[in-house]
C-alpha cells in the first residue's frame, strides 16, 4: 500500500487535482451535452482497447484471463446498447449536441475512480490487477454498445430534421 508523506505529498494532491478535473469534465460534458461529432464514436472504444492491451500484457499468454476479458467486453456491450437508447440529440446554435446516458457517464466515473484507486494502491495485487482489467473490459464494452446506439440515435436525428438545420 502506498503511504502519503511530504515528500510525495504534492505529487498526490496534483494527480488527485488532475483525475478530479477528468471526472468533472466527463460528467459535466456526459450529462449536459456536448458537440457531436462521429469522430469521437470511434476514437474512444480505440483509446479503451489499447488502454486494455496495455493493462492486459502482464497476462500474456494466460488465455482463460483473455477469453475472460472478451466475454467482460461482451457482457458491456449490450447494456451499453440498451442504456445507449437513453442519448437525447439536440440542436443548439446550429450544430448538433447530444447528451450521453446518465447510467453510462455515472458507471464510466465510479469504475475510472475505482481503477486508478486500484492501481495506485495495489500496484502488484494480481486480484487487484484483473479487477482494473475488468472494470476496463466492461467499461469498454458499454462504450462501444452506447456508440453503436448514438449512431443510430445520430441517423435518425438528422434524418428527422434534415429541413430544419
Known amino acids: 500500500m502506498i503511504a502519503v508523506n511530504t515528500s510525495n505529498a504534492f505529487i498526490f494532491i496534483v494527480i488527485l487535482l488532475i483525475l478530479a478535473r477528468v471526472i468533472y469534465r466527463r460528467l459535466k460534458f456526459g450529462l449536459q451535452g456536448r458537440q457531436f461529432k462521429t469522430f469521437r464514436l470511434f476514437t474512444t472504444p480505440i483509446i479503451y482497447s489499447f488502454l486494455l492491451i496495455f493493462f492486459m500484457a502482464e497476462f500474456e499468454?494466460?488465455?482463460?484471463?483473455?477469453l475472460i476479458i472478451l466475454l467482460l467486453i461482451f457482457a458491456g456491450t449490450v447494456p451499453g446498447i440498451v442504456y445507449g437508447q437513453?442519448?437525447?440529440?439536440?440542436?443548439?446554435?446550429?450544430?448538433?449536441?447530444?447528451?450521453?446516458?446518465?447510467?453510462?457517464?455515472?458507471?464510466?466515473?465510479?469504475?475510472?475512480?475505482?481503477?486508478?484507486?486500484?492501481?495506485?494502491?495495489?500496484?502488484?495485487?494480481?486480484?487487484?490487477?484483473?479487477?482494473?482489467?475488468?472494470?476496463?473490459?466492461?467499461?469498454?464494452?458499454?462504450?462501444?454498445?452506447?456508440s453503436i446506439k448514438t449512431y443510430e440515435k445520430y441517423r435518425e436525428y438528422t434524418d428527422n430534421n434534415t429541413g430544419i438545420l
Open 61 to 66: 499468454g494466460n488465455m482463460e484471463y483473455i
Open 86 to 146: 437513453q442519448v437525447t440529440f439536440f440542436d443548439k446554435n446550429g450544430m448538433i449536441f447530444y447528451k450521453r446516458s446518465p447510467y453510462i457517464t455515472i458507471f464510466w466515473a465510479v469504475a475510472f475512480m475505482l481503477r486508478v484507486g486500484l492501481e495506485f494502491i495495489y500496484p502488484d495485487n494480481t486480484l487487484a490487477l484483473f479487477t482494473v482489467d475488468a472494470l476496463l473490459a466492461v467499461t469498454l464494452g458499454l462504450i462501444i454498445g452506447e
